[in-house]
């Protein structure tokens, strides 16, 4: 019995050791490593660069009032389509106290002069009946009573335009603002109520309304110093408006900006570009955008992942197969590249494979 037991020990201690040995052969072999491959690949490549902006009206200038008082009425609201000569607001006059006295005395002395003038004018009329003066001289007083008479006039008007806004004879209000240009209406910064300051030459005025002729749109942003000088007027721009997700818009640049600004540390340049409205979508004034500029561009050209290349100094190169798994280094002519895919101008055909790395 203990035999038995001691042969079948050994033979357990056999079997472990023919184990744990042909364990430690296989671990120790290595696989072979089985690369993957690639084809060359048909595709269109852009180099592009990037500005930021936003979109806005070429054409956008705020309506002010000629007369300072309150806003009693308005005709418009934003999104109304103006004409040149529509009417905005009716303002209640709110007149200077200083301009107004003034007025009143100006028109009371223009007045008093009239009647003595009058009165002067009759006198010498007699005069020159009797044949005691001169055609002249009757004509002397008979002028100044005319001028006497237009004075009283001006004088009656300027009182009315201070109070009014309007003369006797004119077709215009002041008081009533109404659309300088063709237009849409963007805002109305000021309710019925609220008091304007008119416009004059120490200063702009309280703003009525905005307006912008929003078929005329343009695209305004920033482009990076280190890009500027890779663009061109003409150069089509594709806008993405972050508002209207998924519907691009094309433009094209008219405007590069000569003197570059300031920009979070970095020297950035401002452009303006035309904008290629759609019947469809409506743009917005202030819509935010980032514009793709289109440096260059190729068409159905032969194309490999750029990091499938190796780069050795100038010169680049991809390892070919030729074999199942085995590899030749060759060389490539590459051309225009966005980042991501590299154009392949020779040295490689589409039904070839390459190592991917």
Same mark, same amino acid.
């Given at each position: 019995?203990?035999?038995?037991?001691?042969?079948?020990v050994?033979?357990?201690?056999?079997?472990?050791f023919?184990?744990t040995?042909?364990?430690l052969?296989? @671990?120790?072999?290595? @696989?072979?490593?089985?690369?993957?491959? *690639?084809?060359?690949?048909?595709t269109?490549?852009?180099?592009?660069t990037?500005? !930021?902006?936003?979109?806005?009206?070429?054409?956008?200038?705020?309506?002010?009032?000629?007369?300072?008082?309150?806003v009693?009425?308005?005709?418009?609201?934003?999104?109304?389509?103006?004409?040149?000569?529509d009417?905005?607001?009716r303002?209640?006059l709110?007149?200077?106290?200083v %301009?107004?006295?003034?007025?009143?005395?100006q028109l009371?002395?223009a007045?008093?002069n009239?009647?003595?003038a009058?009165?002067?004018?009759q006198?010498?009329?007699k005069?020159?009946?009797?044949?005691?003066?001169s055609?002249?001289e009757?004509?002397?007083?008979?002028?100044?009573?005319?001028?006497?008479?237009?004075?009283?006039?001006?004088?009656?008007n300027?009182?009315?335009? !201070?109070?009014?806004?309007?003369?006797?004879?004119s077709?215009?209000?002041?008081?009533?603002?109404?659309?300088?240009i063709?237009?849409?209406?963007?805002?109305?910064?000021?309710?019925e109520?609220?008091?304007?300051?008119?416009?004059s030459?120490?200063g702009?005025?309280?703003?009525?309304?905005?307006?912008?002729? %929003?078929?005329?749109m343009?695209?305004?942003?920033?482009?990076?110093?280190a890009? *500027?000088? @890779?663009?061109?007027?003409?150069?089509?721009?594709?806008?993405?408006?972050?508002?209207l997700?998924?519907?691009?818009f094309?433009?094209?640049?008219?405007?590069?900006?000569?003197?570059?600004?300031?920009?979070?540390?970095?020297?950035?340049?401002?452009?303006r570009?035309?904008?290629?409205?759609?019947?469809?979508?409506f743009?917005?004034?202030?819509?935010?955008?980032?514009?793709?500029?289109?440096?260059d561009?190729?068409?159905?050209i032969?194309?490999i992942?750029?990091?499938?290349?190796?780069?050795?100094?100038?010169?680049?190169? *991809?390892?070919?197969?030729?074999?199942?798994?085995?590899?030749?280094?060759?060389?490539?002519?590459?051309?225009l590249?966005?980042?991501?895919?590299?154009?392949?101008?020779?040295?490689?055909? @589409?039904?070839?494979?390459?190592?991917?790395?």
């Amino acid at each position: 019995m203990k035999k038995f037991i001691g042969y079948t020990v050994l033979v357990l201690i056999a079997v472990i050791f023919i184990g744990t040995a042909m364990f430690l052969f296989n @671990k120790s072999q290595e @696989k072979p490593i089985t690369y993957s491959t *690639v084809e060359p690949f048909t595709t269109t490549i852009i180099k592009k660069t990037v500005a !930021i902006g936003k979109v806005i009206p070429r054409k956008e200038i705020s309506v002010t009032s000629q007369v300072s008082g309150v806003v009693e009425q308005l005709f418009v609201e934003a999104g109304h389509i103006l004409k040149k000569g529509d009417l905005i607001a009716r303002i209640t006059l709110a007149p200077n106290m200083v %301009m107004l006295n003034s007025a009143e005395s100006q028109l009371e002395a223009a007045r008093i002069n009239l009647r003595n003038a009058e009165d002067e004018l009759q006198r010498q009329r007699k005069l020159y009946a009797d044949k005691l003066i001169s055609v002249s001289e009757y004509n002397r007083y008979e002028l100044n009573y005319n001028l006497q008479r237009e004075a009283v006039q001006a004088a009656e008007n300027n009182l009315l335009l !201070i109070r009014e806004g309007a003369t006797k004879k004119s077709d215009l209000v002041s008081n009533m603002i109404r659309a300088t240009i063709d237009g849409m209406v963007l805002d109305i910064p000021n309710k019925e109520g609220a008091f304007i300051v008119e416009s004059s030459t120490f200063g702009a005025g309280t703003t009525v309304a905005t307006l912008a002729d %929003m078929n005329d749109m343009i695209f305004e942003g920033l482009v990076d110093e280190a890009e *500027v000088g @890779k663009i061109r007027e003409g150069m089509e721009l594709v806008l993405d408006v972050g508002a209207l997700e998924g519907e691009p818009f094309t433009a094209t640049l008219e405007y590069i900006s000569p003197k570059g600004v300031e920009d979070q540390g970095t020297i950035k340049f401002q452009i303006r570009a035309a904008v290629d409205l759609s019947d469809e979508l409506f743009l917005r004034a202030n819509y935010s955008a980032n514009a793709d500029i289109v440096l260059d561009k190729r068409e159905d050209i032969l194309a490999i992942n750029e990091r499938d290349l190796l780069i050795e100094g100038d010169e680049y190169f *991809v390892e070919v197969e030729v074999a199942p798994q085995v590899f030749e280094k060759r060389k490539v002519q590459t051309g225009l590249s966005d980042g991501i895919n590299i154009e392949i101008v020779s040295g490689l055909t @589409k039904d070839q494979k390459i190592k991917q790395r």
